[in-house]
C-alpha cells in the first residue's frame, strides 16, 4: 500500500537531488567555462555525487514508501561520501595531511607521434592535488564540497527521521 509522501520526505528527496545536481553544475561550469581543471581527488568526489543521482531521481517515482525512504536515504549517504572525500581533498591542500595520489594531467595521448606528445606534455597544465586553484575566504573548491555535502547529507537525513 503506498502511503502519502510527507513535506519533509518530499523536502529531503528534492534536496537528495538538487544538491548534487548543482554541485556537479558547479564543477562542470568552472573547469569547462572559468578554466579549472580537476585533479584526479576532484573526480573522486564528483563519482558519489553522480551515483546519489540515481536513487534520488528514482524516489520521486516509488509509490512504496520504504523503498522511497530507503533510496532517499542512499542518495544522502552517497552525496555524504563525497563530502568525506572532501574533507581528505581539502586537508590535502591544506597540508594538514600527506597526499594519496599523484597529479594528473588532461593530455590525450592517442594516436600521436612521440614528438607531438612530448609537445602535447610540456603544454598541458599541471594539475596538482595539494593546491587549491582556487579560494573564497580560505575555502577551496573541496573544502566547499565538504561543507555542502555534508551538510546537505545531514539535513536530508534529519528531514526522513522527522518524516517517519
Known amino acids: 500500500m503506498a502511503r502519502r509522501v ?15 545536481a548543482a554541485l556537479l553544475a558547479g564543477a562542470w561550469a568552472s573547469q569547462l567555462i572559468g578554466g579549472l581543471y580537476p585533479c584526479e581527488m576532484c573526480h573522486w568526489q564528483r563519482w558519489p555525487h553522480y551515483a546519489a543521482l540515481v536513487p534520488a531521481f528514482a524516489a ?3 509509490p512504496q514508501r520504504s523503498i522511497r525512504g530507503s533510496l532517499i536515504i542512499l542518495a544522502a549517504l552517497l ?3 563525497s563530502g568525506a ?13 600527506q597526499g594519496f595520489t599523484a597529479c594528473t594531467s588532461t593530455v590525450q595521448m592517442g594516436g600521436m607521434s612521440a614528438a607531438e606528445r612530448l609537445d602535447a ?4 597544465p599541471v594539475i596538482r592535488c595539494d593546491v587549491a586553484q582556487w579560494t573564497l575566504a580560505g575555502i577551496s573548491l573541496a573544502g566547499f564540497n565538504a561543507l555542502f555535502s555534508l551538510g ?13
Do not use: C, D
Open 6 to 20: 510527507t513535506a519533509g520526505e518530499r523536502q529531503a528527496n528534492r534536496i537528495a537531488f538538487l544538491l548534487p
Open 60 to 62: 520521486f517515482f516509488v
Open 79 to 81: 552525496i555524504a561520501v
Open 85 to 97: 572525500i572532501g574533507v581528505a581533498h581539502a586537508g590535502v591542500e591544506y597540508g594538514w595531511w
Open 121 to 124: 606534455i610540456m603544454r598541458a
Open 152 to 164: 546537505g547529507a545531514a539535513t536530508i537525513l534529519v528531514l526522513m527521521r522527522k518524516a517517519r
